[in-house]
Structure formats: structure tokens, C-alpha cells
């Protein structure tokens, strides 16, 4: 992210506009998103089939992942927790507030950033390229609402995945903890008990919201307005997941400063 803000910094003025160029055309984008809407009919079978697509076939991974996370915290919580006059249920306390605040918004959406944003990107830049985009123009029909609302409807079920994330990750920790020898089961649950805070619930699915709308609407403007040819499809996937990752690091630390500041 650094590297991304000194590159503006020190660019040459025709580039900073070309960045200023590109927000500007994303913003527009998200307004014309919401104009001409398609018939509900048609709409409701894209939004499932992209909640099927986008949500429901990323869960494999986001459980797969989650589940080593929360082991690998609470095995280096336990690691650096050698004083024997700290109690083991730190252990648990620890594992708890790494995975609800961080683990599971954060790196969770920065590995959809790579699997869900290049998909759509990869998708849309493909209609693009074989031209699908300008028919779909030529019959009247708002393209951008056609392709790119049904992914917004359908990430804002990424919250009840961020849930499961959750439930996951601990449950990791858990089986790290107790297996490995690291702590008791019983001292493990009393740490995920201790000084416990629903907010942090609560600020976590705020985040996972925000993350979503970006997951889906900066990978679908890099598809949309791509140029180039099929090779191209491939350049504008990165593209895609470098600048995803990069606005989620920056909302992340946005809404950390105002939601826990």
C-alpha cells in the first residue's frame, strides 16, 4: 500500500490526473450502476446465480483458510506466552480478538480479493473483448446494472461468511491448543469469555459490508473498461487485485480509526 502512495506522490502530474481520472470514472460508475435498472425477473436469476458463483463457492477456501489461521494464532500466542505466571486462558483471549477484529474481515477479503475479484474481472473483461458488452448497449440494456448489480446483491452476503470465518478460526485455535498440548480445553474457553465485547462482532461485519461492495465493484471496473485483447484480460485480473487489496487496506484503516478510535 505504501509503495502504491509514494508512486502517486512522486509521479508526474499527467499521471496523478490519470489516477484522479480513474476514481473519478469508478464513482460514475457506481451511479450509473443504479440508473435503468433490468426487469426483476431477469435480475433475480443473476443474483443467485452470482450468490452461487461469488459466495457459495468461496466458502471451501474461506473455511480451509480460516481454520489454520486461528491454529497458527493461538500456536504463536502460546509460543511467546512462556511466563508461567500469565494464566493459559490468555491464550483463548488472544486467539478471540485476532480472529473477530483482523483475521476474519481482513485477510479473509484480501483471499477474495484474489479468487472473487479476478473472477468477475476476468468475466467481464471477457464480455468486453468478444464484444457481449456493446450488444448488450445496442438492445437498450443498462450493461453496467446488468453485470455488475447482481455481484453487489450478491456480496452482501459476505457478512454471514465473515460469521462462519469466525466460528472457524476459533474453533482452529482451538483444536491447536488442546491437541498441541498448548492449553486445557476449559482454560481456552474461559479466554474466549474473557472481557468479551459484542461490538467487536459488530464492527467486524461493518467492515465485512464495505469490504464486499469493494470486492465487488473494483474488480468489476477494471473488466469493464479494459482494453486490449484477450492477453489483456489476464494484465487487468492483477490490476484488479492489487487495487482491490490496496482500497481494503485503506477502508480498513478508516473504519478501524472511527468505529474503534
Do not use: C
Request: no cysteine; proline share 3%.
Amino acid at each position: 500500500m505504501l509503495h502504491n502512495i509514494l508512486i502517486f506522490i512522486n509521479s508526474s502530474p499527467k499521471k496523478r490526473m490519470k489516477y484522479l481520472e480513474a476514481i473519478g470514472k469508478y464513482f460514475i460508475m457506481i451511479w450509473e450502476v443504479f440508473k435503468k435498472p433490468t426487469k426483476w425477473r431477469i435480475m433475480k436469476t443473476l443474483i443467485f446465480k452470482e450468490i452461487d458463483e461469488l459466495i457459495y463457492g468461496a466458502m471451501g477456501i474461506i473455511i480451509f483458510i480460516s481454520f489454520f489461521i486461528g491454529g497458527v494464532v493461538t500456536i504463536q500466542t502460546a509460543l511467546n506466552l512462556t511466563n508461567p505466571l500469565l494464566p493459559k486462558s490468555l491464550i483463548g483471549f488472544a486467539a478471540r480478538q485476532s480472529v473477530i477484529l483482523e483475521f476474519a474481515p481482513t485477510f479473509t477479503s484480501i483471499i477474495m480479493a484474489g479468487k472473487v475479484g479476478s473472477y468477475i474481472t476476468s468475466s467481464i473483461g471477457t464480455m468486453r473483448v468478444t464484444e457481449q458488452i456493446d450488444a448488450l448497449e445496442v438492445m437498450g440494456v443498462n450493461s453496467l446494472n446488468y453485470l455488475v448489480f447482481p455481484k453487489i446483491v450478491a456480496t452482501m452476503l459476505y457478512p454471514f461468511a465473515v460469521a462462519i470465518s469466525m466460528f472457524v478460526g476459533i474453533l482452529g485455535g482451538w483444536v491447536a491448543a488442546v491437541f498441541g498440548g498448548f492449553a486445557p480445553s476449559g482454560d481456552f474457553i474461559q479466554g474466549l469469555q474473557m472481557d468479551f465485547d459484542s461490538y467487536h462482532v459488530t464492527y467486524a461485519l461493518i467492515k465485512s459490508v464495505v469490504f464486499a461492495f469493494v470486492i465487488a465493484t473494483v474488480p468489476s471496473y477494471h473488466g469493464f473498461y479494459m482494453t486490449g485483447g484477450a492477453l489483456d484480460v489476464g494484465k487487468a485480473s492483477t490490476t484488479s487485485f492489487v487495487w482491490t487489496s490496496v482500497v481494503i487496506i485503506i477502508v480498513n484503516y478508516i473504519l478501524t480509526q472511527l468505529l474503534l478510535g
